[in-house]
């Protein structure tokens, strides 16, 4: 098993549409959670940490279930900017962090 | 302001050719960095971290080897390329607030 998965997508949706993507994890020691925001051959940018009482950023909610061992993010009123690959990210040890392969999201006129 | 220079952004080179990439930072000092490939349509692997000058962790056996030779200087060298080591090459530092923080990284093509 995977240590984090992701559905590849692509999410394809329209401006305006509520999009989410969970990501699941197997190392239940990880003690900090994130998503990152990848543009086309671009470096991986952060986007918001994931507390474990959920938070949010304007029209991004992030969500942390640790009991079943999956995040969430949440993006409401979708933008064609938030195009992107979505990754999810954690820790995985001592000053390392365990990325995702990444969810496609795709946003249409 | 942390920045994070890497260089060069572009390269093809052939099978059993010589690699070196330089990463270095500003804005900061005595940075934990870490060496990142992400190939097509793969998720990041971390390749090496560093926590100090002369102090490099090897993540995963390969024929890739990294350098620190001055605090704010990470290097990525091989001796002979193979054609698996195709990808996007990222140097990163760590924030206190545990976030990563990337170079606009390195894409390499080995022909």
């Known amino acids: 098993r995977k240590e984090v998965e992701q559905d590849p997508g692509p999410f394809n949706v329209p401006e305006g549409a509520t999009v989410a993507f969970n990501c699941t994890y197997s190392n239940s020691a990880s003690q900090s959670f994130f998503w990152y925001r990848q543009d086309c051959r671009k470096e991986p940018k952060l986007l918001m940490s994931v507390y474990s009482s959920g938070n949010e950023d304007g029209r991004f909610t992030a969500q942390l279930n640790r009991a079943s061992q999956y995040i969430s993010l949440l993006i409401r009123d979708s933008k064609l900017s938030d195009s992107a690959t979505y990754l999810c990210?954690?820790?995985?040890?001592?000053?390392?962090?365990?990325f995702g392969a990444g969810t496609r999201l795709a946003v249409h006129p | 302001s942390q920045t994070i220079h890497q260089w060069p952004a572009t390269l093809v080179q052939p099978v059993g050719s010589p690699l070196s990439l330089e990463c270095t930072v500003e804005?900061?000092?005595?940075?934990?960095l870490y060496w990142y490939r992400q190939a097509a349509g793969r998720g990041l692997q971390l390749l090496f971290y560093?926590?100090?000058?002369?102090?490099i962790s090897s993540e995963v056996p390969q024929n890739l080897s990294a350098s620190r030779p001055q605090d704010r200087q990470f290097i990525l060298s091989s001796k002979k390329l193979l054609l698996s080591d195709s990808g996007f090459y990222l140097c990163?530092?760590?924030?206190?607030?545990?976030?990563?923080?990337f170079g606009e990284g390195s894409r390499l093509t080995v022909l």
């Open positions: 990163a530092l760590d924030r206190s607030t545990g976030e990563l923080f």
């Open positions: 560093s926590v100090g000058i002369g102090q």
């Open positions: 990210v954690m820790t995985g040890g001592y000053n390392k962090l365990i």
């Open positions: 804005g900061t000092s005595n940075p934990n």
